[in-house]
């Protein structure tokens, strides 16, 4: 079953406006056009769609918000500020079949009422950026987008917008603060992006995959869509998979699909050892080889511990220390902080710092102890989900992993001597 | 009719307007929930995260400083999950802040220390980390940044944009190390930073600041050559009784000038002295460019961060300003020509102490136009350009003065009231309204007037300039003349009207504008804390000397007819020009 990849894995496929338009695309606007907004919001609503990005917030009800809020002009935005370590998904259909997003982006405008789009694309995606680029110019001169769009009497303009970089730019309002043009820091929520986004107006923000599956919902309908895969959170998922993985890549495959399955029979076999997996890049809890039989889907994610977010499932063999791979991360989350909220900025400075001491063997047990308390109060007091994700990764990994920190911290050693124990800086 | 919202805070019913804040809400059951970026006069920024409580359904703690209250909510503000909270993020600033209390300029009154001390913090389980080791920033003869001492909590940044419409300051870099910076680092005194001194206000810790001068005071009060006289604002007087515990409003103008005679000053004089001097030339200035067709509205030049805010972002309408210069330096100017003259000391060897309720005070003290006194003597006493003084050497800020007072060990509380020394030292009741916004317009006013029209004016009180109404308009009769006036404190007031002006659609003869919020007595310099109920208290006490004095028009001061007759001849005379009046400097943004 594909309705993400099913242009990309065609032979002969390339992201022009030809190619899409043999394979049917814009059929889904064309019907779209002929249905009421409220009728769109229904079938996204029935087919149970949640946001592709790692909140997963249901996609319909968010449509909803944003077409009943008050306000207006209305705008959606596309996330494609795909910055989550680990997460590569975005990318293959932005790059390979960007159409799809532009198509659903429409829909989605015409659904709340909106006439402006924007997409915000990481800085670093440079040929994606230029396909988009293309990939717009060509609906405007078909009609696709623009005025009165296939002879209806709706009009909508998309804008592309290049990111510099932030990680934090990821997250929802830092994102549209920085689409006005301003520092990327996240905003206070409530109010949400539905009722207060983009120059402060309603606005639907969605993750480049989540517009991806539109079409498919308006041609074959949401309860079509609803059926596919786990019914906890039905539908395809790109599931990003590297690390120690015999054959990394993109693999689309529907949500009820096994961790244990996703591994061997998609990604051909662990190298070595099974140690550890991060299921959805570095901002979730680690899970270990006594998950193995989750199923990959939100909620299950969730209730075995860790986060599916974008679904970067990043693989960790034998040969890693766990306590090694905490102080990269959390070296990540410090540099990445914006430093508006005083728990992120100084939080993330001084987990990083107390990992590097025990590392170092200059940790002590207390230092554990703190750790898990700096996690919580990070997670409760946070203005974004940067710094109430960025010890989840540290944390499970001293619970899990409890001998392996407490022997570089009261042994000073490395047993796999990767961290520098006893090179005092 | 605004909807009201009923919820229920730690168990008490609450009924509060919709759009109130939780944080607010809790004040209404007398509980002031722990902050540090919250400011009642400034945005939302909810950044610290010290303002958290529990919303039931909510999963995460939410700052009430930033969350409105809703119909049914629940909260809590007190609860071992919130302390724990509280504790670690302060615990977290903490952890890079300098550990220098002993030293710091803000020892006794620092937010953050306090914040520590009240939530039982009483070890730092960060305490091996690493601290900023950032470069202080003295380029500004009025204020000093020290980044080791920022929580970047933004109150200076808003401060600056939002009350001063300035943005001398702004965050730059991101994460930890995230700072607060000028344009390009240039310092402040290289970018369009005003020097008022209300960031220092707004600061939580130590990480503003203004120039240090108290051992300047005691170095020129030790030198047996110096003779050394101070001249104390009318702002002064208002407010530093509060630095001795006395409540705001308390007027101390006698303690005051008791004390600064027993901290060794050779003459205890008073800057509003230097005040109706001021109103006799700002007003025949006035009077003279209605009656020459000179250029309109005038606006008034006593406040140094308010020229130094229109040179910067007005630059072409320098011309509205009064030439005159500030009641400071027409003291200085004086003291060491007249009065110098008077007492047959050589004005080297004088030297002028102003006590201030503001920093900016110290820029204009160091501006190169304010070396009238030097050229007055040049050809006298054929002194050389390497022999250059300033016509005021040294300023303090009401802070300032206060920590000599206590250092010297005086006891102010108890002292008994003292007068000022004559003739520098006597002043009228227009003099002391300098220090309220409205104050000089209505001095200037009282003298306007019986100068126009030869009448006695009979109701000398203008309560339609007083207050703290952002922007204030009057209008008076003189001779068939309707003067229109208005008065703005603030910069972003000022700049309001200052549009206006640059658009032609100021209908106004007389603008007044203090930089700083109630005027002089709301200054960078005044004690900490300094916020809207204390300025109208401060004010009030203002209000309570002019009564007081037996004296309230300028032209009627004594010493100041004499210093006409016997030095100066006649307001706007060529002397008077030399000595009291300036010019301005036409300045970029950065």
Redesign the interface.
């Known amino acids: 079953m594909k309705i993400l990849l099913k242009h990309v894995e065609t032979e002969g496929y390339s992201p022009n406006l030809q190619s899409y338009l043999t394979e049917g695309g814009y059929s889904a606007l064309k019907r779209a056009l002929k249905m009421k907004p409220e009728e769109i919001i229904s079938e996204v609503k029935l087919s149970k769609l949640v946001g592709r990005g790692g909140a997963a917030f249901p996609t319909g009800l968010k449509w909803e918000f944003t077409r009943k809020a008050k306000e207006s002009p209305k705008y959606v935005v596309c996330n494609a500020d795909e910055g989550e370590p680990g997460t590569f998904k975005d990318r293959i259909i932005l790059e390979k079949d960007p159409h799809l997003i532009l198509e659903g982006m429409v829909i989605c405008g015409f659904a709340i009422g909106a006439e402006q789009g924007f997409i915000y694309i990481r800085g670093e995606y440079f040929e994606a950026y230029k396909i988009l680029k293309n990939a717009i110019e060509e609906a405007e001169k078909n009609n696709y987008l623009g005025k009165n769009i296939l002879g209806s009497n709706f009009s909508f303009k998309i804008n592309l917008y290049r990111g510099a970089g932030?990680y934090v730019c990821g997250e929802e309002t830092a994102l549209l603060d920085s689409l006005e043009g301003k520092?990327g820091q996240s905003r206070?929520k409530?109010p949400f992006p539905t009722f207060v986004g983009l120059k402060n107006k309603p606005t639907v923000l969605n993750n480049v995959e989540t517009f991806a599956n539109i079409p498919e919902i308006i041609l074959n309908g949401g309860e079509w869509f609803s059926k596919i895969g786990s019914p906890l959170s039905p539908g395809t998922k790109l599931y990003c998979l590297s690390g120690d993985i015999n054959k990394p890549g993109v693999y689309e495959l529907p949500t009820n699909i096994t961790l244990k399955e996703l591994l061997e029979k998609y990604g051909g076999g662990v190298q070595g050892k099974l140690k550890a997996v991060l299921p959805g890049g570095v901002s979730g809890a680690i899970l270990t080889t006594e998950n193995l039989d989750v199923v990959m889907d939100y909620p299950s994610v969730q209730k075995a511990g860790g986060m599916l977010g974008s679904g970067a499932v990043i693989v960790i063999n034998e040969s890693h220390c766990m306590v090694d791979l905490a102080e990269k991360c959390a070296e990540f989350f410090?540099?990445?902080?914006?430093?508006?909220?005083?728990?992120c900025?100084?939080?993330?400075?001084?987990a990083r710092?107390i990992l590097l001491?025990i590392a170092q063997g200059r940790g002590e047990l207390?230092d554990l102890k703190?750790l898990k308390?700096?996690r919580?109060?990070m997670?409760?007091?946070?203005?974004c989900g940067l710094g109430?994700a960025a010890l989840n990764l540290t944390v499970s990994a001293v619970e899990k992993f409890p001998d392996e920190f407490e022997e570089h911290i009261s042994k000073k050693k490395c047993k796999l001597n990767i961290c520098p124990v006893g090179d005092v800086r | 009719m605004t909807d009201m919202v009923n919820l229920i805070i730690d168990g008490q019913k609450v009924r509060v307007p919709a759009g109130t804040t939780v944080f607010e809400a809790a004040r209404k059951i007398n509980v002031n929930i722990p902050h540090l970026c919250y400011h009642e006069n400034l945005s939302i920024y909810g950044a610290c995260r010290i303002c958290v409580v529990e919303i039931k359904g909510r999963p995460r703690l939410e700052p009430s400083c930033a969350t409105l209250v809703e119909e049914g909510m629940e909260v809590k503000t007190n609860t071992a999950r919130i302390r724990k909270a509280r504790r670690m993020i302060v615990e977290l600033l903490l952890a890079n802040h300098p550990e220098d209390c002993f030293t710091c300029e803000r020892n006794q009154i620092c937010e953050l220390r306090k914040l520590a001390y009240d939530l039982g913090i009483r070890s730092l389980r960060f305490e091996k980390g690493r601290k900023y080791d950032y470069e202080q920033d003295f380029s500004s003869p009025a204020l000093v940044r020290d980044p080791n001492k920022c929580i970047q909590c933004s109150r200076c940044i808003r401060v600056c944009a939002e009350i001063q419409s300035v943005g001398a300051i702004d965050f730059v870099n991101r994460g930890a190390r995230t700072q607060v910076l000028t344009f390009f680092n240039k310092g402040l005194n290289n970018v369009e930073c005003t020097g008022c001194g209300q960031c220092i206000l707004a600061c939580p810790t130590g990480a503003l600041r203004p120039q240090f001068a108290v051992d300047e005071i005691w170095d020129a009060i030790s030198d047996p050559k110096k003779f050394v006289v101070v001249q104390t604002a009318p702002a002064v007087r208002a407010a530093i009784g509060e630095e001795f515990g006395m409540p705001p409003g308390s007027l101390v103008t006698g303690k005051m000038a008791a004390a600064l005679r027993r901290l060794g000053f050779d003459r205890v004089f008073d800057t509003q002295f230097g005040a109706d001097l001021t109103i006799m030339e700002e007003a025949h200035e006035l009077i003279e460019r209605i009656k020459s067709g000179g250029k309109l509205p005038m606006i008034t030049s006593c406040s140094p961060g308010w020229i130094k805010f229109i040179e910067h972002f007005f630059p072409d309408c320098l011309e509205h300003l009064s030439s005159c210069k500030s009641p400071q330096q027409m003291f200085g100017a004086i003291a060491k020509t007249y009065y110098a003259e008077k007492l047959g000391i050589d004005p080297r060897n004088m030297c002028v102490v102003s006590v201030m309720p503001c920093t900016a005070k110290k820029f204009e003290a160091k501006r190169p136009e304010m070396c009238s006194a030097f050229e007055y003597w040049k050809e006298r006493l054929n002194l050389k350009e390497e022999d250059r003084f300033p016509d005021v050497d040294i300023v303090v800020t009401t802070r300032g003065l206060a920590r000599m007072i206590k250092e010297a060990g005086i006891d102010f509380v108890n002292l008994p009231d003292e007068d000022f020394d004559e003739p520098l030292g006597v002043s009228t009741g227009a003099a002391v309204i300098f220090g309220a916004t409205g104050g000089v317009m209505e001095a200037a006013l009282r003298t306007a007037y019986e100068v126009v029209t030869g009448k006695i004016l009979e109701k000398i009180e203008f309560h339609s300039v007083r207050g703290m109404e952002a922007i204030k308009e009057a209008e008076v009769e003189l001779n068939g003349l309707e003067l229109k006036v208005a008065v703005a404190h603030g910069l972003s007031n000022a700049k309001v009207l200052l549009e206006r002006v640059q658009n032609g659609e100021s209908p106004y003869h007389f603008i007044e504008v203090m930089a700083c919020p109630g005027g002089c007595l709301g200054g960078g310099g005044q004690p900490i804390p300094t916020n809207l109920e204390i300025r109208k208290k401060r004010a009030e006490a203002i209000y309570l000397e002019d009564m007081a004095k037996p004296i309230r028009k300028s032209h009627e001061n004594p010493a100041i007819n004499r210093l006409y007759t016997e030095f100066l001849d006649k307001p706007l005379s060529e002397k008077a020009h030399h000595l009291l009046h300036t010019t301005y400097v036409r300045r970029s943004r950065y």
Not at chain 1, 334 to 343: F, L, N
């Open positions: 932030a520092k206070v409530p410090e540099y990445e902080s914006c430093g508006k909220c005083a728990p900025r100084e939080g993330t400075k001084r710092e001491n207390s703190l308390e700096l919580e109060v997670y409760d007091t946070s203005r109430q």
